[in-house]
């Protein structure tokens, strides 16, 4: 709008311009028509003084001998310069003759007085797109403000099925819950069991994480308040990958959903589905942090080569920021001599990588999604309750460290 204001203003000025130009030839047309030249003419008094063009006006004014029309000049209200020529062509009556000055002066006089005003009107122009440029040469000062308080992303991530990614999910997030931070679960697995484990029925749900991703639905309206708010999955969450396929900035869906809550937890805790498909993808670039749940059996720890290949793409491409918290032996059974082997196997590849925590095996674990609740909240003293609050403790130690 503004610059359009601009041009508006220009226009005019220029108008003006040209007006005054033909004025003027006008008038020198009439000082040398050489017709006009044989009979006498009323002489447009052209005064060398100053004022502005616009400010004078030639008029007819009553000769004190004849009684006619004679062509005088002197200063008035601003009227349109136009309205003073059919008054030098129609008055024929002789008048008092004041030295005219040279067209070309006159000429030269408009157009510096033209120019002083195109000039101002510029400036006036330039003010005004002034600071949309201010604006664009300077985008460090809108986005000065560091961001504080920022919640902390961890995917929850292995290709591998059945490794207890969906409840390490739950109660790692409940057990952080119940130390006093806020904690936002989200459900990126189309199959649903981080939502069914909070009592809700993906088949029942609306708007899910699909919407979200696909739609650019406000992740703010499917996260439902349960024993931890959750952000739910449904059933059509199968078709995101498909639907997000030809959509500009697809490994950034989520990510860019976060933002809206990023400042409203502590910790946001994703669980993903056993692929390294777009799902996976994006819950990876929207993390700071992975924790890699991993069954203690030999079979289980061989995708992790292709998982930390995944990470590395993630690292180079989208996200540089993302880095393993952990991998997290779960449903360990130390009686057995195959679990310890492949706990060390770990250890011994991963080093300090691998949790110091074990996730054991408890009848409870499968239990407690069936009363739609954490192992915390259906069992809250139960050795499996302890072994999340456990973890909880050692993820944010460090954290801290
Ligand atoms: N520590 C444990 N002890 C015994 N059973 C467990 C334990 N952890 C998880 N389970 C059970 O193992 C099964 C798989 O767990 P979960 O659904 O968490 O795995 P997942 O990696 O999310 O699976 P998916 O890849 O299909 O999403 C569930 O029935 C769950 O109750
Ligand atoms: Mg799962």
């Known amino acids: 709008m503004r610059q359009e204001n601009g041009w508006f203003m220009r226009i005019p000025g220029q108008m003006r311009i040209l007006s005054r130009r033909k004025d003027a030839r006008a008038k020198h047309a009439s000082d040398h028509d050489p017709v006009e030249a044989e009979s006498p003419a009323p002489e447009p008094a052209v005064e060398p003084s100053s004022g502005t063009p616009a400010a004078r006006v030639t008029e007819p004014v009553a000769t004190p001998e004849t009684g006619a029309p004679a062509v005088a000049s002197k200063p008035a209200p601003p009227a349109p310069v136009e309205s003073s020529a059919p008054a030098l062509v129609e008055s024929s009556a002789p008048a008092p003759v004041e030295p005219a000055a040279p067209v070309e002066d006159e000429l030269a006089k408009v157009e510096e ?66 130390l006093g931070h806020r904690v936002l679960c989200i459900d990126l697995d189309p199959q649903g069991n981080l939502t069914m484990s909070q009592g809700i029925d993906p088949d029942k749900v609306d708007r899910s994480m699909y919407h979200v991703l696909v739609e650019d639905l406000p992740i703010s309206e499917i996260i439902a308040h349960r024993e931890i708010d959750i952000a739910v999955a449904s059933l059509d969450l199968a078709g995101a990958e498909i639907a997000m396929s030809t959509k500009i900035g697809r490994e950034r869906s989520l990510e860019k959903a976060l933002r809206e809550v990023h400042s409203e937890y502590d910790y946001i805790c994703i669980d993903t589905p056993p692929s390294l498909g777009l799902l996976t993808i994006n819950a990876l670039t929207a993390s700071s942090k992975v924790i890699i749940p991993v069954q203690c059996e030999y079979l289980s720890m061989r995708g992790l080569v292709q998982l930390q290949n995944t990470l590395k793409m993630i690292q180079e491409n989208l996200n540089p920021d993302v880095r393993i918290e952990g991998i997290l032996p779960t449903m360990f059974d130390s009686r057995t001599l195959h679990a310890r082997e492949a706990v060390s196997i770990l250890e011994e590849n991963f080093g300090d990588l691998v949790f110091k925590s074990r996730i054991r095996k408890a009848v409870k ?37």
Do not use: C, H, M, W
């Open 113 to 178: 007085e033209a120019a002083a005003e195109e000039t101002e009107i510029r400036l006036k122009a330039a003010d005004l797109l002034g600071p949309d440029r201010r604006d664009f040469s300077s985008p460090a000062k809108a986005e000065v403000e560091a961001p504080t308080d920022l919640a902390e992303v961890i995917s929850f991530a292995n290709q591998k099925g059945g490794v207890a990614k969906t409840t390490s999910t739950l109660n790692l997030a409940v057990a952080l819950s119940e």
């Open 365 to 401: 674990f499968a239990e407690a999604p069936v009363r739609g609740a954490s192992v915390l909240k259906y069992d809250p003293e139960s050795r499996a309750a302890s072994y999340y609050r456990d973890l909880a403790e050692e993820v944010l130690s460090d954290g801290s460290s």
